[in-house]
């Protein structure tokens, strides 16, 4: 336990009257002082017993964040939340009140005034998802704010150091106009503008017509903007540019490329929102004359000629303000040097150097032959974006395999999503194919491939900008010489996420199941998640978890924009697409139960890893809707038939009927948990009998002797972990689960739409060790024959075909059950205000590590088995959390925290602190503890 060197001088002081902790004599009052080290000796001896002892004032809350954003520039939002980090030390501690300030100026924050908003104190232990509600914020503004808090004893922390918030233009602040370079593309089969989306039985995106061979480049250009504008010899106080697009973008000032930023802006269903991004370009602007460069790229879309809003707003130090705004101004042309495209089983880009066109991105060049660019009146909405995509690491090959002369491959040991970055010197005019695949057998997956033609004259280095792959290996055709291992680079790139949780075990095959799972989820998150990097790249709801998501990864950001995405995804009637954002259907009208329910789901999930109720409130009535529309389907039993999916690449496959009307029995359970969060008690009677009904007609329906449906492992885990078997007969069909895992050997025969729910039965049921005898097999079916077979990522399907090689969603159903299960880690309120902490003791292992940064803090523990009949479980809590521990006590023979016994011959003896017993359950003793490091050592009878 760390001592409190504060406390003890203020013990001191209030014992030694006089006595300073600074210099003393030592003829002073030596009495006072024997006594007063006598009594320091016993504190010491006081707080090495684990004793609670009042301790000195919190310190300055931490990790200030506005929308779950350091610092951010250019919000929208105009009720963003307020979070901040708890810092205490001591053991048990809690936030009782909190104060934020915001004020206008620098001066004014420094003197603690918020003129914009000051709560006073509020008596809460809220500190995340803090609603503003000050006075209303102005657009392009930067706002300075802080927050104190108070502890658990009324200590009072002091302000945090101050922080900020800028925000960019509101919806009507936009003065630039949408323009456009007119061109002649030809139109793709099927008109994206008129199509039928719900009726057609092809979509144009999906139409092979449009991507056969080089047809795709009649469909796509890429095109070149371009503005030159004076300004006056004088001091810029501020220069702000706000761009929102379409498509892709790069933008440059006067030849220097702004940001780091890459496939900006992020992807949303264009026909309704865009995303904005803001940039700082004051140290780049001139006096005279400047110039604005704009490379453009249809991106995701098809017709995303017409979308680009440029708003430069400058502020001199003599108050004059200076616009420059997208308009008929501008110039454009389509004589680009690149061509890209991204879509269904389609990733190219082609480059040709010798057509650019120097100087273009400057002043004084000679745009004689350029268009005059086109107005487009579009009425969108503009959201910023919190989030971008970046270059997040490069990395090098491992080997290089020689095919033929003017064939290489390169194996860069690593399945990600990004591109290769190519050094290269040779002829004008010469190409280099650049392909991309999953595997070593096949040189190109899924017609990824970008072309690079040569300028000559020395040495060029060429990557994409608008397009993006998945992959492990390269291949280059028509390199000129014998490239060097030195050529190629990978760009590993995706949405620039936080790395929060970490696990690993004795076993190494898990532990590599769990790190390839984490290079499976963050390259598929490319501002929205997609099933996979390479041949789709969309963003299906049923292919991914929320809650694995914020196992592993500060999502807040991200978790924003899909609440968005998904509100504005609803159609009139109430469904909402099996993909989000987009409005891209097979031939029927897309609302498949069991991929839609992570509307429902995640938002609940959401909810319990951040604890943020305005996006349950936001998201609510569009979940309302939703469940709305599915009753307006469903039968008189209120089962629901309709599937599309069922359980996609299952096994043994339930029926999809079961399985839609299974998913939105949970839907309608979880909604009823989501109207008791915000208190809609109307809401929350309705929705609980409704479930009811539901789940009874489902037993009546599809429950057969001792099993659900085709009594397979995932009808009956679907039962089981969705609570829709009556107690009753859970022993019964949990024995159906277990014969049907151990008749397999061990081996799943689940689905997307099952394995999850499998894993979590098991989880539930506390059934640790069957799940750790069927995550470790190695053979097929299973995720260790994945990795048998060269895994570095989680694949598609359990087999070795032709599917993708990287997919988020049945490696991160298994690494969520790590953390869980092994890692023991899960939790018990939402925003892990309270935590359940169990070890996850099974077969050969050994120990197991798991940590997560919550929205509350650091949450890590640690268990080890020291030696026969020893186990050691080392748990710390964040301020402001609690938590259940679960210590196995079968034959325990003592437990102590620290240096503290607090169990001896079968009960509870002494008391350590902020450690309290809470009983028995099953093979475990339960014990509450507040925030801290706990160190517990158990000693089992042999």
Same mark, same amino acid.
């Given at each position: 336990?760390?001592?409190?060197?504060?406390?003890?001088?203020?013990?001191?002081?209030?014992?030694?009257?006089?006595?300073?902790?600074?210099?003393?004599?030592?003829?002073?009052?030596?009495?006072?002082?024997?006594?007063?080290?006598?009594?320091?000796?016993?504190?010491?001896?006081?707080?090495?017993?684990?004793?609670?002892?009042?301790?000195?004032?919190?310190?300055?809350?931490?990790?200030?964040?506005?929308?779950?954003?350091?610092?951010?520039?250019?919000?929208?939002?105009?009720?963003?939340?307020?979070?901040?980090?708890?810092?205490?030390?001591?053991?048990?501690?809690?936030?009782?009140?909190?104060?934020?300030?915001?004020?206008?100026?620098?001066?004014?924050?420094?003197?603690?005034?918020?003129?914009?908003?000051?709560?006073?104190?509020?008596?809460?232990?809220?500190?995340?998802?803090?609603?503003?509600?000050?006075?209303?914020?102005?657009?392009?503004?930067?706002?300075?704010?802080?927050?104190?808090?108070?502890?658990?004893?009324?200590?009072?922390?002091?302000?945090?150091?101050?922080?900020?918030?800028?925000?960019?233009?509101?919806?009507?602040?936009?003065?630039?106009?949408?323009?456009?370079?007119?061109?002649?593309?030809?139109?793709?089969?099927?008109?994206?503008?008129?199509?039928?989306?719900?009726?057609?039985?092809?979509?144009?995106?999906?139409?092979?017509?449009?991507?056969?061979?080089?047809?795709?480049?009649?469909?796509?250009?890429?095109?070149?903007?371009?503005?030159?504008?004076?300004?006056?010899?004088?001091?810029?106080?501020?220069?702000?540019?706000?761009?929102?697009?379409?498509?892709?973008?790069?933008?440059?000032?006067?030849?220097?490329?702004?940001?780091?930023?890459?496939?900006?802006?992020?992807?949303?269903?264009?026909?309704?929102?865009?995303?904005?991004?803001?940039?700082?370009?004051?140290?780049?602007?001139?006096?005279?004359?400047?110039?604005?460069?704009?490379?453009?790229?249809?991106?995701?879309?098809?017709?995303?000629?017409?979308?680009?809003?440029?708003?430069?707003?400058?502020?001199?130090?003599?108050?004059?303000?200076?616009?420059?705004?997208?308009?008929?101004?501008?110039?454009?042309?389509?004589?680009?040097?690149?061509?890209?495209?991204?879509?269904?089983?389609?990733?190219?880009?082609?480059?040709?150097?010798?057509?650019?066109?120097?100087?273009?991105?400057?002043?004084?060049?000679?745009?004689?032959?350029?268009?005059?660019?086109?107005?487009?009146?579009?009425?969108?909405?503009?959201?910023?974006?919190?989030?971008?995509?970046?270059?997040?690491?490069?990395?090098?090959?491992?080997?290089?395999?020689?095919?033929?002369?003017?064939?290489?491959?390169?194996?860069?040991?690593?399945?990600?999503?990004?591109?290769?970055?190519?050094?290269?010197?040779?002829?004008?005019?010469?190409?280099?194919?650049?392909?991309?695949?999953?595997?070593?057998?096949?040189?190109?997956?899924?017609?990824?491939?970008?072309?690079?033609?040569?300028?000559?004259?020395?040495?060029?280095?060429?990557?994409?900008?608008?397009?993006?792959?998945?992959?492990?290996?390269?291949?280059?055709?028509?390199?000129?010489?014998?490239?060097?291992?030195?050529?190629?680079?990978?760009?590993?790139?995706?949405?620039?996420?936080?790395?929060?949780? %970490?696990?690993?075990? *004795?076993?190494?095959?898990?532990?590599? $199941?769990? /790190?390839? =799972? +984490?290079?499976? !989820?963050?390259? &598929?998150?490319?501002?929205?998640? %997609?099933?996979?990097? *390479?041949?789709?790249?969309?963003?299906? $709801?049923? /292919?991914? =978890? +929320?809650?694995? !998501?914020?196992? &592993?990864?500060?999502?807040?950001?991200?978790?924003?924009?899909?609440?968005?995405?998904?509100?504005?995804?609803?159609?009139?009637?109430?469904?909402?697409?099996?993909?989000?954002?987009?409005?891209?259907?097979?031939?029927?009208?897309?609302?498949?139960?069991?991929?839609?329910?992570?509307?429902?789901?995640?938002?609940?999930?959401?909810?319990?890893?951040?604890?943020?109720?305005?996006?349950?409130?936001?998201?609510?009535?569009?979940?309302?809707?939703?469940?709305?529309?599915?009753?307006?389907?469903?039968?008189?039993?209120?089962?629901?038939?309709?599937?599309?999916?069922?359980?996609?690449?299952?096994?043994?496959?339930?029926?999809?009927?079961?399985?839609?009307?299974?998913?939105?029995?949970?839907?309608?359970?979880?909604?009823?948990?989501?109207?008791?969060?915000?208190?809609?008690?109307?809401?929350?009677?309705?929705?609980?009998?409704?479930?009811?009904?539901?789940?009874?007609?489902?037993?009546?329906?599809?429950?057969?002797?001792?099993?659900?449906?085709?009594?397979?492992?995932?009808?009956?885990?679907?039962?089981?972990?969705?609570?829709?078997?009556?107690?009753?007969?859970?022993?019964?069909?949990?024995?159906?689960?277990?014969?049907?895992?151990?008749?397999?050997?061990?081996?799943?025969?689940?689905?997307?739409?099952?394995?999850?729910?499998?894993?979590?039965?098991?989880?539930?049921?506390?059934?640790?060790?069957?799940?750790?005898?069927?995550?470790?097999?190695?053979?097929?079916?299973?995720?260790?024959?994945?990795?048998?077979?060269?895994?570095?990522?989680?694949?598609?399907?359990?087999?070795?075909?032709?599917?993708?090689?990287?997919?988020?969603?049945?490696?991160?159903?298994?690494?969520?059950?790590?953390?869980?299960?092994?890692?023991?880690?899960?939790?018990?309120?939402?925003?892990?205000?309270?935590?359940?902490?169990?070890?996850?003791?099974?077969?050969?292992?050994?120990?197991?590590?798991?940590?997560?940064?919550?929205?509350?803090?650091?949450?890590?523990?640690?268990?080890?088995?020291?030696?026969?009949?020893?186990?050691?479980?080392?748990?710390?809590?964040?301020?402001?959390?609690?938590?259940?521990?679960?210590?196995?006590?079968?034959?325990?023979?003592?437990?102590?925290?620290?240096?503290?016994?607090?169990?001896?011959?079968?009960?509870?003896?002494?008391?350590?602190?902020?450690?309290?017993?809470?009983?028995?359950?099953?093979?475990?003793?339960?014990?509450?503890?507040?925030?801290?490091?706990?160190?517990?050592?158990?000693?089992?009878?042999?």
């Amino acid at each position: 336990m760390m001592i409190d060197f504060k406390y003890i001088r203020i013990c001191l002081r209030s014992w030694v009257p006089g006595v300073s902790m600074q210099s003393q004599k030592r003829d002073d009052q030596p009495m006072h002082l024997k006594i007063s080290f006598l009594r320091l000796f016993l504190l010491l001896s006081f707080l090495a017993s684990g004793m609670a002892v009042s301790a000195a004032k919190p310190g300055a809350p931490s990790f200030l964040r506005v929308d779950y954003t350091i610092n951010p520039m250019g919000i929208t939002n105009q009720k963003p939340v307020f979070s901040w980090l708890m810092q205490d030390a001591d053991r048990g501690e809690k936030q009782i009140a909190y104060e934020i300030i915001i004020a206008s100026t620098v001066e004014k924050i420094n003197k603690n005034t918020g003129d914009i908003w000051a709560t006073g104190w509020v008596n809460s232990d809220q500190q995340n998802g803090i609603v503003y509600n000050g006075v209303p914020l102005s657009s392009k503004t930067t706002y300075f704010w802080k927050s104190r808090v108070k502890d658990k004893d009324e200590n009072m922390s002091p302000f945090g150091s101050t922080a900020t918030f800028e925000t960019g233009l509101f919806n009507n602040d936009w003065t630039a106009k949408w323009i456009y370079v007119e061109d002649n593309l030809q139109k793709p089969f099927f008109n994206p503008k008129t199509v039928n989306y719900k009726d057609s039985t092809v979509h144009p995106l999906y139409d092979s017509r449009n991507w056969e061979g080089d047809t795709w480049q009649k469909l796509v250009t890429g095109k070149l903007l371009r503005k030159e504008f004076q300004l006056p010899s004088k001091t810029i106080k501020q220069a702000r540019v706000y761009i929102a697009n379409l498509g892709y973008y790069e933008f440059r000032i006067n030849g220097i490329r702004v940001g780091d930023h890459v496939l900006d802006p992020g992807m949303t269903d264009c026909t309704k929102r865009v995303l904005s991004v803001t940039y700082d370009v004051k140290d780049l602007l001139q006096n005279g004359s400047n110039a604005v460069g704009v490379m453009l790229s249809n991106g995701r879309l098809i017709n995303s000629k017409d979308g680009f809003r440029f708003q430069l707003e400058i502020e001199y130090e003599d108050n004059q303000k200076i616009n420059v705004l997208s308009d008929e101004s501008w110039k454009g042309t389509c004589d680009a040097p690149f061509k890209s495209v991204i879509n269904w089983g389609i990733s190219k880009e082609l480059f040709d150097a010798a057509k650019e066109q120097t100087g273009w991105d400057k002043k004084g060049f000679n745009d004689v032959g350029w268009k005059s660019v086109k107005v487009n009146n579009l009425d969108l909405k503009i959201d910023a974006q919190l989030e971008a995509i970046r270059v997040i690491e490069v990395i090098k090959p491992v080997r290089t395999i020689k095919l033929s002369d003017s064939v290489y491959r390169y194996d860069m040991g690593q399945n990600f999503s990004g591109w290769a970055r190519m050094k290269v010197n040779g002829p004008k005019g010469k190409i280099i194919k650049i392909q991309y695949s999953d595997t070593q057998e096949s040189l190109m997956d899924f017609n990824q491939e970008d072309q690079y033609t040569l300028k000559g004259g020395g040495v060029e280095t060429f990557e994409p900008r608008f397009t993006y792959h998945g992959f492990q290996w390269i291949t280059l055709i028509g390199y000129p010489g014998i490239p060097a291992i030195e050529s190629i680079q990978g760009c590993v790139v995706h949405t620039d996420l936080t790395k929060t949780g %970490t696990f690993s075990c *004795s076993n190494k095959m898990l532990t590599q $199941l769990y /790190q390839n =799972s +984490q290079w499976s !989820l963050r390259t &598929n998150v490319h501002s929205v998640y %997609t099933d996979c990097p *390479s041949r789709e790249k969309v963003p299906w $709801l049923g /292919q991914w =978890s +929320q809650e694995t !998501l914020s196992q &592993n990864f500060d999502m807040g950001k991200f978790f924003l924009k899909w609440k968005d995405d998904i509100i504005a995804a609803q159609d009139s009637d109430g469904r909402i697409s099996d993909k989000v954002p987009g409005r891209i259907h097979y031939g029927w009208n897309g609302t498949d139960p069991v991929w839609v329910s992570e509307v429902v789901l995640g938002t609940y999930d959401i909810y319990r890893a951040i604890g943020d109720k305005k996006q349950l409130s936001d998201s609510y009535p569009v979940l309302q809707k939703l469940i709305g529309y599915y009753q307006s389907i469903a039968d008189s039993n209120k089962m629901i038939s309709q599937s599309r999916w069922g359980d996609h690449i299952g096994l043994d496959k339930p029926s999809p009927a079961y399985l839609s009307s299974a998913y939105f029995f949970q839907m309608v359970k979880t909604m009823t948990l989501i109207a008791t969060e915000l208190n809609k008690k109307e809401d929350v009677a309705t929705y609980k009998s409704l479930a009811e009904s539901i789940r009874r007609n489902i037993n009546r329906i599809y429950f057969h002797e001792n099993g659900y449906d085709n009594n397979s492992q995932g009808a009956n885990a679907v039962a089981l972990h969705f609570g829709i078997v009556p107690e009753d007969l859970i022993p019964a069909v949990m024995k159906s689960l277990e014969q049907d895992i151990v008749r397999k050997g061990y081996h799943v025969s689940t689905g997307g739409a099952t394995t999850y729910n499998l894993m979590n039965a098991l989880w539930k049921y506390n059934k640790t060790s069957l799940g750790y005898e069927m995550a470790s097999q190695d053979s097929y079916p299973g995720w260790g024959f994945w990795l048998k077979n060269g895994a570095t990522t989680s694949w598609e399907q359990w087999d070795v075909n032709n599917a993708s090689k990287n997919h988020g969603w049945l490696g991160s159903y298994l690494s969520s059950w790590m953390v869980k299960a092994i890692g023991g880690i899960s939790i018990l309120e939402p925003g892990y205000h309270k935590i359940k902490i169990i070890p996850g003791i099974a077969g050969e292992l050994s120990f197991a590590k798991t940590s997560i940064e919550t929205i509350k803090g650091k949450v890590a523990f640690s268990w080890s088995k020291q030696s026969p009949g020893k186990l050691e479980m080392v748990v710390t809590i964040p301020p402001n959390s609690t938590a259940e521990v679960y210590i196995p006590s079968k034959n325990i023979l003592s437990i102590r925290e620290g240096t503290v016994s607090i169990w001896e011959n079968g009960k509870p003896t002494g008391k350590a602190a902020a450690v309290g017993w809470k009983g028995r359950q099953e093979n475990y003793t339960i014990w509450d503890i507040g925030s801290g490091t706990y160190k517990f050592q158990i000693t089992d009878k042999l």
